[in-house]
């Protein structure tokens, strides 16, 4: 397995990650990318010229994950949008690197920190179906993974929540915030 640039012109590659999107969130996140035709659009926007976009391909070429970063906040800031490993492939470690790969690009480009939501719409969490405010706080430092929620695995990578936005997907939907400083 090795870690490249995901070109815009590589039709192949394109087709394989619209793919990904669906099939990696359609457990938990259905609505997400219901279709191919949503799916492609969202890797098309992703492969703006100002992003990072890298993929895991196996010795054949398929791809087995992809992550991407959009520079914000002058790009002091850059946001992990999207992270997906084909089903089959998780738990391999392929997530991690992806993840470590992507903060070594930001660094080169002169981020100090990577920031991403991810969002509870399926009860995932004890911060979904719940009334959040006016404690934010108290809920955060309480929260459980109660269904594989993949928060957990950022934090494993060094991540933390940063924040919770109430709500972002509807009454009792929120999207959890993490983030983490990769250059000082």
């Known amino acids: 397995m090795q870690i490249i640039d995901f070109c815009a012109g590589d039709e192949k590659a394109i087709r394989q990650a619209a793919n990904l999107l669906i099939d990696g969130f359609k457990d938990h996140w259905p609505n997400a990318w219901p279709d191919l035709a949503s799916a492609r659009k969202e890797v098309q926007e992703a492969l703006q010229p100002d992003r990072i976009n890298r993929i895991a391909v196996d010795a054949q070429g398929a791809v087995l994950g ?8 002058d790009g002091n800031a850059w946001e992990l949008h999207p992270l997906v490993v084909r089903p089959d492939q998780q738990g391999k470690g392929i997530g991690r690197m992806l993840v470590n790969d992507l903060e070594a690009q930001v660094r080169e480009r002169g981020g100090i920190t990577i920031y991403l939501g991810t969002d509870d719409e399926d009860r995932m969490t004890t911060l979904a179906d719940v009334d959040l405010y006016p404690n934010v706080l108290e809920h955060i430092t309480r929260i459980k993974n109660l269904r594989r929620h993949p928060y957990e695995f950022y934090q494993k990578q060094g991540y933390v929540i940063v924040g919770v936005i109430p709500d972002a997907n509807g009454a009792g939907k929120p999207d ?7 250059r000082r």
């Open 176 to 182: 959890i915030i993490m983030a983490k400083r990769v």
């Open 66 to 73: 992809w992550i991407g970063g959009r520079s914000e906040y």
